[in-house]
């Protein structure tokens, strides 16, 4: 049996999401840009609350391009807000709209990518996470990210949500030492 981060439990969801997905490094602007929606959408919940609706989302918010997002009038948001689906907060519904409005500008000049990497210096931070409770909830780092994509137009990416991104998004390696997935990201 492969010893896993203790958070994921035993939900085969959370599991696989775990295994697959969490703290992969990605460098795809889009896939980040989807990736920072659905934290910002699981603010004040739990990440498998988002994880058991993700398909809703992706669904309901064409794959999260942003492309077509940015130009999301009226109309769209009173449908998401209709779709039991997602999480139905007007407040992240318009968010995720002024965030792909962002997304396009920053897109246009360096690069999301670019944008959200240089948190890091390009390169993946390796925690050497012993314990769970190692595991900060904001960091200098994520404030910074928050405060900048604020800047940029961004809502709902405050600093914790942001360290989550990072972690998600293979900013920085919270893999506890001892979880076989801390050698293979």
Known sequence: MQHRCAWCGDDPLYIAYHDREWGVPCR???ALFAQL???SFQAGLS???ILRKRENFYARFANFNPDILAGWGDAQVEAALQDEGIIRHRGKIVAAIKGAQAWQKIEAGKGFAAFIWQTVEGAPIDNRVQAQADVPASTPASTALSKRL????FNFCGPVICYAFMQAAGLVN???VTCFRHAEV
């Open 28 to 30: 795809d602007s889009r």
């Open 37 to 39: 929606m659905l934290e």
């Open 47 to 49: 990440w498998i609350t």
């Open 150 to 153: 604020k800047t940029a137009g």
């Open 174 to 176: 919270d893999h506890a």
